[in-house]
């Protein structure tokens, strides 16, 4: 980077060169990419691990060699790899595909074949983290899908602006049924920072529910 901008490091320079790797899709190009995109990953990753970690030292009482142990370990390769194999792969996948006669007359069916076979990076990631990460992209692939294919449906034509609210809406509306009433199908750390939000009145509310919720269940065992 430093011999081909002069010794000065541009971003927005940087960022174009992304771009034109990304449009190349050639296996140097690609490489270099997934290179680039692991370094920045692991850097983030393992920044952000060892901050919390920091900050939760006194909580979690960890020595500083597992903090750090933790904070660059595997973890943070796994993300890394899992990110920059996805990145890079795509678009090298791409620029295969659209030479081969069955997807070449087909764009979109390459970009689709393109983005599965190179979600499949996610098996690189850590277990715990591959639902939440398919979650992410599920939701992604119905507003695209809805997005690519509503013009055609006059119904959705001026409705299509508002897909991602109503999926964030209805995730959310899951997300505190689940905290009400189903708190064991929840990771421990998301119910935690979301019964952290509530007031003392809300608690009671909370644990009101809950007994509410307990003796249907005693009843319906009775009435069985």
């Keep these: 980077i430093n011999a081909e901008y002069g010794g000065q490091i541009n971003i927005n320079k940087l960022f ?3 771009n034109a790797m990304i449009r190349s899709g050639s296996v140097k190009s690609s490489s270099i990419l997934c290179l680039r995109n692991f370094v920045l990953a692991y850097n983030a990753k393992s920044l952000l691990s060892l901050l919390i970690a920091v900050a939760t030292k006194k ?5 500083t060699k597992e903090i750090l142990k933790e904070s660059f370990g595997e973890d943070s390769l796994r993300f890394a790899s899992f990110l920059s194999t996805l990145t890079a792969s795509y678009p090298l996948i791409l620029s295969i595909l659209e030479t081969t006669k069955i997807t070449k007359s087909s764009p979109t069916l390459s970009s689709f074949l393109a983005g599965g076979l190179s ?3 996610i098996y690189l990631e850590t277990p715990s983290r591959r639902a939440e990460i398919s979650l992410v992209f599920f939701c992604r692939v119905i507003c695209v899908l809805f997005e690519t294919y509503s013009q055609s449906l006059r119904f959705f034509r001026n409705s299509s602006s508002y897909l991602t609210v109503c999926l964030f809406c209805l995730i959310s509306g ?3 049924y689940a905290f009400v ?3 064991f199908s929840m990771k421990k750390n998301l119910y935690d920072f979301i019964y952290g939000f509530l007031t003392e009145h809300d608690k009671k509310a909370l644990d009101y529910t809950k007994e ?5 269940v005693i009843e319906e065992e009775e009435f069985v």
């Design 181 to 183: 009433y189903e708190p």
């Design 119 to 121: 979600g499949l990076s």
């Design 212 to 216: 509410l919720d307990s003796v249907d």
């Design 59 to 63: 909580k979690t009482k960890k020595s």
């Design 174 to 176: 899951l997300i505190q």
């Design 16 to 18: 174009c060169f992304s």
